[in-house]
């Protein structure tokens, strides 16, 4: 479920896709293996697990919004 009454609004798929976002958009590389990703992340934001990202990362694809290259790295959609 992507909103939940009960938990975090920080553990939100929205809150954690969009702090994706903002990681990727001022990322000087342009794309990011999803490891490095959540390392950025983890250096900018709260912990979260992996999963979370991985979470976010399926409703960003799903909504257009990030795009696997051929090396498997994440970038932003144009």
Request: glycine share 6%; aromatic share 10%.
């Amino acid at each position: 479920m992507i909103i939940q009454n009960t938990s975090s609004p920080l553990k939100s798929l929205y809150i954690i896709g969009g702090r994706i976002l903002i990681v990727l958009n001022s990322s000087d590389l342009g794309a990011m293996s999803p490891l490095a990703l959540l390392e950025k992340y983890q250096e900018k934001f709260d912990r979260v697990s992996f999963a979370y990202i991985l979470y976010a990362l399926d409703w960003l694809y799903i909504t257009g919004c990030v795009e696997l290259t051929k090396q498997g790295d994440i970038s932003l959609c144009n």
